[in-house]
């Protein structure tokens, strides 16, 4: 399973980006999307995840500004962010929970993840 993430670059404060996340390989089912951040010297955090293909959380910090989505007949998680701020900043990894074909056990599974950065 691999996970392919696009989309990230550079913007000025107030503009927008649509992050793109295509799932490919043994995939199986999928139980959910979603993105995480990492801005330097921070953790990784939870950004936006989508579950069931429907059931979307968000963190407090883009709730409003950011819209999660997926397509399951592409197998493809997008990332809507507008109002972007430059504490935005960060590389954003996309994940899916999935359980390929002929397995028994849910896994996590990691986007090489994508730069956004936001200017003042």
């Known amino acids: 399973v691999q996970l392919q993430a696009s989309g990230g670059g550079l913007v000025q404060a107030g503009g927008s980006l649509r992050l793109s996340c295509v799932i490919s390989g043994n995939i199986g089912s999928i139980s959910s999307m979603g993105w995480y951040r990492q801005a330097p010297g921070n953790q990784r955090e939870a950004v936006a995840s989508?579950?069931?293909?429907?059931?979307?959380n968000y963190a407090d910090s883009v709730k409003g500004r950011s819209t999660v989505s997926g397509d399951n007949a592409k197998n493809t998680v997008y990332l809507q962010m507008n109002s972007l701020k430059p504490e935005d900043t960060a590389v954003y990894y996309c994940?899916?929970?999935?359980?390929?074909?002929?397995?028994?056990?849910?896994?996590?599974?990691w986007g090489q993840g994508t730069h956004v950065t936001v200017s003042s």
């Open positions: 989508i579950t069931g293909g429907s059931s979307t």
């Open positions: 994940n899916a929970n999935l359980r390929p074909a002929g397995a028994w056990s849910w896994r996590n599974y």
